[in-house]
């Protein structure tokens, strides 16, 4: 965690600003939450490795009791997200938000983490959700939200990766690999850039997960980057993600869901070159997001000379049913 000295503080509210101007300029309105939100409430939203880096927060006074288990020990935690706290709002407050509901929230949030270089304990998220609608100009609209603000801060190398858990879910189960094992497989495979394809598959075999599938699928995505890397300055951004759609086609084998999931990435990619924000997305075949409630498209941002990503989202049409009866789609 940090101390922000005038200076940076300035410089935040500069990129705050822009950011909230954006963001409202497409129709988003300001929401906040509370820093502390009940455990349950986050608990079993993020996946087996989120769990672990809640920060919970010990029961207070006579409530505490010394000899209790851990489980029992904590009935709060400080939020890791500002997703799940939002499904939870439109949850509760069903009746008070309008039926389409666009929303903005900037505050920070808290991982019990051990951070590498350049990471935080404490760190800003700049949220922008639309609930309500599962069409994909929702995903459009805020790939050109976050252009338009990432463009008017000075970057112009950006890249929003792009690709689809209906896909990944399609690939996975045509390589094999069985459904109670998908969320472990995805959480590995998303490090691939990290820890290389060696570790891949040790952590594979450590989980009892059968790699055969899935180095058809690795050939594929080290293929794609070769050419990438090739043809920098030479092939489009647009024929780079006809390659990778062609190739979608042939690894999912007619799978009925996976097929539905890379028509919806193809129209996303359609209607972004619409609002001209086409030639900033890439479609990214071993992109997984390693959160457990996205259920759609999900997104990554990248700039060349910064470690890691600037943003990340997706789709997570069954996380608000998850507080209340109703499902209602939503996507930030």
């Not at 029992?72 to 935690?77: G, I, V």
Request: aromatic share 8%; charged share 30%.
């Amino acid at each position: 965690m940090r101390d922000f000295l005038p200076s940076d503080v300035r410089k935040r509210e500069y990129v705050i600003g822009i950011i909230k101007e954006v963001y409202e300029s497409y129709g988003f309105e300001p929401l906040e939450t509370p820093a502390v939100e009940n455990i349950e409430t986050l608990t079993g939203k993020y996946g087996e490795e989120g769990n672990q880096l809640i920060f919970k927060i010990l029961k207070r006074g006579e409530k505490l009791d010394a000899n209790a288990s851990e489980k029992d020990l904590s009935d709060l935690a400080l939020r890791y997200d500002l997703t799940v706290p939002l499904a939870r709002v439109v949850a509760n407050h069903r009746n008070d938000l309008p039926k389409f509901f666009k929303r903005y929230q900037i505050q920070p949030v808290w991982r019990a983490d051990r951070p590498a270089r350049g990471r935080f304990r404490e760190f800003y998220q700049c949220d922008v959700d639309a609930i309500g609608s599962s069409s994909m100009i929702v995903e459009a609209e805020l790939c050109a939200a976050v252009s338009e603000i990432l463009t008017r801060l000075g970057f112009d190398d950006f890249i929003i990766r792009l690709n689809h858990r209906k896909i990944l879910t399609g690939i996975l189960e045509t390589s094999g690999i069985e459904k109670d094992l998908h969320t472990e497989a995805l959480i590995i495979l998303d490090k691939r850039d990290k820890i290389g394809e060696e570790e891949i598959s040790n952590e594979f075999e450590r989980k009892g997960i059968p790699l055969k599938g899935i180095h058809k699928w690795l050939a594929f995505v080290n293929s794609i980057n070769k050419k990438r890397e090739e043809n920098l300055g030479k092939q489009t951004l647009l024929e780079s993600n006809q390659d990778i759609i062609n190739e979608f086609y042939s690894l999912l084998q007619n799978h009925k869901e996976g097929i539905e999931g890379l028509q919806e990435l193809v129209s996303i990619w359609n209607l972004s070159e619409e609002l001209s924000e086409q030639p900033h997305i890439a479609l990214e075949p071993l992109l997984a997001r390693g959160l457990s409630y996205y259920t759609g498209a999900i997104f990554e941002i990248n700039v060349n000379d910064l470690a890691g990503s600037l943003g990340g989202g997706g789709r997570y049409d069954g996380l608000i049913g998850m507080f209340g009866k109703e499902q209602i789609p939503a996507c930030g």
